[in-house]
Structure formats: structure tokens, C-alpha cells
């Protein structure tokens, strides 16, 4: 952070009351591009007198406005919001970029996955109906979806355009006011989003803001206010843990979309041709910061050395580099801190099994100005290795054999979490008892990182509560009300 007074260069603002706003604090939030070290931007670092003035607002704004009754106008705000981010993707996904590290060609995948989901959900919003049910011969009942007021987004730094817009859409097409408080890390595409919000007539006055600043402090007096109903979390298992602590000063309704540890399983029948180069995005896309990531292997003993190996060349021909050059297959990690993480992490592979490819930082000419890593692959790991169990969000895979099926479906949930696994198979059978055996909220057949608006998302166990996503996502949302009516 530095101080107000040294400032020199362009400053996002807070947005709230429909109003660019500044902090009262006289620090703020500097990014800086993680493949270059290059400055990028400052945001605010908001205190807490910010953010419940924010609450506020929206507070205001829900409760004397007709947006919670007018599915239209939510509709056309939400789809006006698709068609501004459509509009501007190529400057989005440059500002992604340069802040957070991923490739050009991922942040453009983002992008598009935040255009199409408030398209879906801005349909959603003139979509939300409860029922009626008859109840005795003379009375009925109505069960009404309802608003259920403020809702807070705390939002991650790894995907944070659209794990931002993920939630945004649903809680708005629901009918809600909502205030979002993006990842220290990346506030500026999470305010460039908002600027386009600005520019949408059909929002109503106050109904969205967007606070920056420090989770601990901010994030926590969201957790704590009694005029936030909801708190829609993504992040760290441990930072949801707090979050849930926190929510209980008002029994807030929760929505949690935490860490992972996915497998993958595959077979002796897996078609590898397809397989391969699928399992190799699933952890390495993100340079594996991504909460899906397929970071561990679990293979039949038959075929692992040509798993391995095929794996090992797939890794060490990918091209690791800033993330803006249109050839770069997998950019930086996001910090100084994630890249220490991940060292330790490989450490432990080194000192506890084999280090197949990579497992150190990458070095030398612009490779020095930034976090770069080198795509690793770490076998003959015990199970309870802590490369094995713990989530570490780096381009790490931990490989594992079995040698039957009852094996392999017990590896795969000898896990805290359970958010997704892929299962590779031309076994119709097998695929049928692996995907309801495997407790995770996504079990993806011959394929990996499908994600859709319309499907739903979400943690077994450790991995979260709720879901996101599809009509599941959209009820998280709602409020449920019987209406009782006698005649
Ligand atoms: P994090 O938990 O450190 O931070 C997430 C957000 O919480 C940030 O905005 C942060 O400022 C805020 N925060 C931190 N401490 C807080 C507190 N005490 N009170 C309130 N807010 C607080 O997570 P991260 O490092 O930004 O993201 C990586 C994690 O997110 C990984 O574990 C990953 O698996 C998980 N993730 C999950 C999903 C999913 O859909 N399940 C998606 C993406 C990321």
C-alpha cells in the first residue's frame, strides 16, 4: 500500500449510490502486473466507515425501490451489462491480464463466460415463480420466491471477473441489492466492470456497489453487519470457515464456494489421445490457481508410465510467458507469496517422492521480473503427503496408482474437499458407479473444466455450501414465503 499523497497515476474509485466515491483512508491498493512487475493501477483501500456507509446505500436502494417487484427491469439491466462487457472485451481482458497473470486467451474465456451468464440470468429474472398448492377443501396455499434483501459478494483474485459476475447476476436477477468487495490483488477488473454498470440505464440508483480494500477488515464488518441478509463467498476454505463464524451475528444465510482438490481417474480403457491434453489444462490453465484444478492423478498401473510420460512432454511443451503475448500457454502466478507457496510446496514433493518434470521457479531474462513457475508433475507420493491433501494453487500435479476400481473410487474421495473430479473411461458401466460414487458437486466423463451457466456448481464436504449457477443458483438467492389463504 502507499500513501494518498504519493499517487501519481489514475485511481479506481468505490461505487456507490450509483456515485464514484473516494475513501476516507489515506492508503491505497497497488497492482502491479505479476509477468512484469510493471505498475498497473491503485484502488482504494477502504475502511470500515466505508463499507458500512456502502451497505447503506444499497440497504436504502432495495428497500425503497421497486426493484425487488420488477423482473423486467432487472432483465434489461443484467442483459444491457452482457452487451457493455461484450462491447469492451478486448480492453477487459487486457486489464485481466496485466493484473492478474492468466493468458489473453483465458481472460477472454472469462470474459465470455461473464457475458453469457448474465445473458442467462438476465432471462432467469423474469423467470422466478413459486407454486401454489391447495391445502384443505377451504384454504390454499401460495409458496412465494422472494428477495432476500442486501446480499454481500466477497470475491477471489484467481478468476475475478467472472467469479464475481457469477454471483452478481443470480443475486441481482433474484431481485436483491447487492455490494460486492473484490480480491485485494485484482480490484481493477472488478472495477472495470463496474464502471460499465455505471453506463447501464436500468440499474435502479444505489442498488449495486463495489467497496475495495482489505478482506480482514472490510470483508469481516460485511460478515458482521446486520443490514447485509446474505453472504456470497468465494475463497479459501479456512477464510470461509471465519466467514461462517462471523455470519452468525445475525444468522445470515451463506452461500460458499471454497478450495479443492480434484482427481483425476483414469483408466486402463481411457482413449488417452483425448485424455491427455484434457488432464494437462486441468491443472495447468491458471498456472493451476483455479479452484477445479485437476491436481491430483490417480491412474491404473497398467498405463502409468505412458500416462506419465505422455503428461511430462505435455508439460514441458508448454510455453510459460507474459500472459499477453497471444502464443503464451501459461502466464505468472499472481505473487510474490503464491510463488513462495508453491516452492515449499514442491519442496516436500522433493524431500517425500519423484519429481517427474519441473518443481522449480523459472529464471533468467524476463522470466526474473516475474512469478513464473515451471509446470511440475511429483509421483510416488504418499497419501497422506501434504502435496496429496492440501489445496496449492499452483501448477502442481500429484500423481498416485491404483489397481481396481474399489481402489480407485477410494482414492478419489480420500479428500476433505469435494468440488469436482473427472473420470476417464469408455466403460459406460464404470462410469456410471465412479460418478455416484465420487462425492464432489461435478463429476465431469471423458472431459474436464466444462462449466455452463444453466449447470449447477458447487462443494460436497469441505468444499463449500450451496450451489451456483443454473436454477439451484438462482434459488440460493430467494427467500421462500408461504402465503395462507382461507375462504
Ligand atoms: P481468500 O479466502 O484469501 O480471499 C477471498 C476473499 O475473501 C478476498 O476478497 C479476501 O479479501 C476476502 N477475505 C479474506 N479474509 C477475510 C475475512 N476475515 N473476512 C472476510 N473476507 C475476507 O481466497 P483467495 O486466495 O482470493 O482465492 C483462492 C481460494 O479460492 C482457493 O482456495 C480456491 O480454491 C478458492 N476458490 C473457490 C472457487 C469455487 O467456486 N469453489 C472458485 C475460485 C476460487
Redesign the pocket.
Known amino acids: 500500500m502507499v500513501s494518498l499523497t504519493e499517487q501519481k497515476q489514475a485511481v479506481y474509485y468505490n461505487y456507490v449510490g450509483g456515485e464514484w466515491t473516494k475513501s476516507s483512508s489515506k492508503e491505497l491498493l497497488e497492482s502491479r502486473n505479476p509477468a512484469t512487475g510493471e505498475f498497473i493501477s491503485y484502488a482504494q483501500s477502504s475502511t470500515v466507515r466505508d463499507v458500512e456507509e456502502a451497505i447503506d446505500s444499497v440497504y436504502k436502494a432495495f428497500h425503497h425501490s421497486d426493484w425487488g417487484y420488477n423482473p423486467k427491469r432487472r432483465y434489461e439491466a443484467l442483459l444491457g451489462l452482457a452487451q457493455k462487457i461484450e462491447g469492451n472485451l478486448e480492453h477487459l481482458a487486457r486489464v485481466l491480464t496485466m493484473e492478474q497473470g492468466k493468458t489473453i486467451r483465458e481472460s477472454r474465456i472469462e470474459l465470455a463466460g461473464c457475458v453469457d451468464t448474465l445473458k442467462y440470468f438476465a432471462g432467469a429474472a423474469r423467470t422466478v415463480f413459486g407454486r401454489s398448492i391447495q391445502l384443505e377443501p377451504n384454504s390454499y396455499g401460495v409458496i412465494a420466491k422472494e428477495p432476500i434483501g442486501v446480499v454481500g459478494i466477497?470475491?477471489?483474485?484467481?478468476?475475478p471477473a467472472l467469479?464475481m459476475v457469477?454471483e452478481l447476476a443470480p443475486a441481482l436477477a433474484a431481485g436483491n441489492g447487492v455490494i460486492v468487495?473484490?480480491?485485494?490483488?485484482t480490484p481493477g477488473i472488478s472495477v472495470e466492470i463496474f464502471k460499465l454498470i455505471a453506463e447501464v440505464p436500468h440499474f435502479t440508483k444505489g442498488i449495486v456497489s463495489i467497496v475495495t480494500?482489505?478482506?480482514?477488515s472490510?470483508?469481516?464488518a460485511?460478515?458482521t453487519s446486520k443490514k447485509i441478509d446474505m453472504i456470497s463467498?468465494?475463497?479459501?476454505?479456512?477464510?470461509?470457515k471465519?466467514?461462517m463464524e462471523?455470519a452468525t451475528s445475525n444468522i445470515k444465510k451463506l452461500a460458499?464456494?471454497?478450495?479443492?482438490k480434484s482427481p483425476n481417474v483414469v483408466f486402463a480403457d481411457a482413449n488417452l489421445d483425448k485424455a491427455i491434453p484434457l488432464i494437462g489444462r486441468s491443472i495447468f490453465i491458471s498456472a493451476g490457481?483455479?479452484?477445479?484444478?485437476g491436481s491430483r492423478l490417480l491412474v491404473h498401473e497398467s498405463i502409468k508410465d505412458e500416462v506419465i510420460s505422455r503428461l511430462k512432454s505435455y508439460a514441458e511443451n508448454l510455453k510459460v510467458a507474459n500472459g499477453l503475448l497471444e502464443s503464451t500457454d501459461m502466464g505468472p502466478l499472481v505473487s510474490q507469496s503464491?510463488l513462495d507457496l508453491v516452492e515449499e510446496y514442491c519442496e516436500i514433493g522433493r524431500r517425500e517422492g519423484k519429481i517427474i518434470t519441473g518443481g522449480y521457479r523459472l529464471t533468467g531474462g524476463d522470466y526474473d521480473k516475474g512469478y513464473f513457475f515451471a509446470p511440475t508433475i511429483i509421483d510416488d507420493l504418499s497419501a497422506n503427503c501434504r502435496v496429496v491433501r492440501e489445496?496449492i494453487?499452483g501448477p502442481v500435479l500429484a500423481v498416485q496408482t491404483f489397481s481396481n476400481d474399489e481402489e480407485a473410487l477410494a482414492m478419489a474421495n480420500d479428500t476433505d474437499f469435494g468440488?469436482s473430479a473427472g473420470v476417464w473411461t469408455t466403460d459406460l458401466n464404470r462410469a456410471m458407479r465412479m460418478s455416484k460414487g465420487i462425492q464432489a458437486g461435478t463429476v465431469w466423463i471423458n472431459t474436464y473444466n466444462k462449466n455452463f451457466p444453466e449447470a449447477e456448481?458447487?462443494?460436497y464436504k469441505q468444499?463449500?455450501l450451496g450451489r451456483?449457477r443454473g436454477i439451484d443458483g438462482l434459488m440460493e438467492y430467494c427467500e421462500t414465503k408461504h402465503i395462507h389463504f382461507e375462504i
Do not use: H, V, Y
Open positions: 466477497i470475491s477471489p483474485w484467481n478468476w467469479l457469477r468487495k473484490p480480491a485485494s490483488l480494500g482489505p478482506g480482514r472490510i470483508g469481516a460485511m460478515g463467498f468465494t475463497g479459501d476454505t479456512s477464510t470461509g471465519t466467514i462471523l460458499l464456494e471454497l478450495g479443492g490457481q483455479i479452484c477445479m484444478a503464491q489445496e494453487f468440488l456448481f458447487g462443494g468444499s463449500g451456483t
